[in-house]
């Protein structure tokens, strides 16, 4: 598995957390970066991408000023404050070699490798 996520956990809802997407065994520093996430029943869904040079970022709405996408070197994060019950879910990072300008960022079939999940659970 060419991506490791990681930092996932039980918090409550108004806590933050900090996922981390790791490169092992090759480089992703010429690729976009993106976060899923899939709740239980539910399809996998758009949560934050950001452009390979680190330059431009994008969010779901419902994360939109709450949730934070970074990257250095073959690292890629999420901080995730103010967390709420509905962002339970199971999260994923993925890498895209196409164009982040292209818009076609939200789309799962974009990405060209997958990390396994972390799983955040937010209590009420």
């Known amino acids: 598995v060419p991506l490791q996520a990681y930092g996932g956990g039980l918090v409550q809802a108004g806590d933050s957390l900090r996922l981390s997407c790791a490169a092992s065994?090759?480089?992703?520093?010429?690729?976009?970066m993106g976060w899923f996430r899939q709740a239980p029943g539910k399809e996998r869904e758009f949560v934050a991408v950001?452009?390979?040079?680190?330059?431009s970022t994008a969010y779901a709405d419902s994360v939109k000023g709450r949730f934070t996408i970074s990257r250095d070197k073959n690292t890629v994060y999420l901080q995730m404050n103010s967390l709420k019950p509905e962002d339970t879910a199971v999260y994923f990072c993925?890498?895209?070699?196409?164009?982040?300008?292209?818009?076609?960022?939200?789309?799962?079939?974009?990405?060209?490798?997958w990390g396994q999940g972390t799983l955040v659970t937010v209590s009420s």
């Open positions: 993925a890498a895209s070699g196409g164009q982040y300008y292209s818009g076609s960022y939200y789309h799962t079939a974009w990405y060209d490798y």
């Open positions: 950001i452009a390979w040079s680190g330059g």
């Open positions: 065994g090759r480089t992703f520093s010429n690729y976009a």
